[in-house]
């Protein structure tokens, strides 16, 4: 069956970094875009980075330039590189995976994981 299993988040302090995993399973990865989005306490959930199969990458204004998205096909796996972290980056974040080019809306992703916490303190 489908897995997305998140993995790499903790507690930072700001200005750190951290490198999120997702392992994926059950589909054929390399056709499928993969996002990375965030929900935040109190707060809707929001795409934070995306990857199209071929390489093509999006990302939210607040995490441009500190934020890196990439994928390794060989390992079914998609990366989210955070630099310079904010308080304001504390959410929950999940990986998706659609197959419908590189949507920002969280309806058109049709697999996710469980999520991981990421916690930035001040």
């Known amino acids: 069956q489908v897995q997305l299993v998140e993995s790499g988040g903790g507690l930072v302090q700001a200005g750190g970094s951290l490198r999120l995993s997702c392992a994926a399973s059950g589909f054929i990865f390399r056709i499928y875009a993969m996002g990375w989005f965030r929900q935040g306490p109190g707060k809707e959930r929001e795409l934070v980075a995306a990857i199209s199969s071929g390489g093509r990458t999006y990302y939210l204004d607040s995490v441009k330039g500190r934020f890196t998205i990439s994928r390794d096909n060989a390992k079914n796996t998609v990366y989210l590189e955070m630099n310079s972290l904010k308080p304001e980056d504390t959410a929950v974040y999940y990986c998706?995976?659609?197959?419908?080019?590189?949507?920002?809306?969280?309806?058109?992703?049709?697999?996710w994981g469980q999520g991981t916490q990421v916690t930035v303190s001040s």
């Open positions: 998706a995976a659609t197959s419908s080019g590189l949507p920002e809306v969280a309806g058109a992703y049709r697999y």
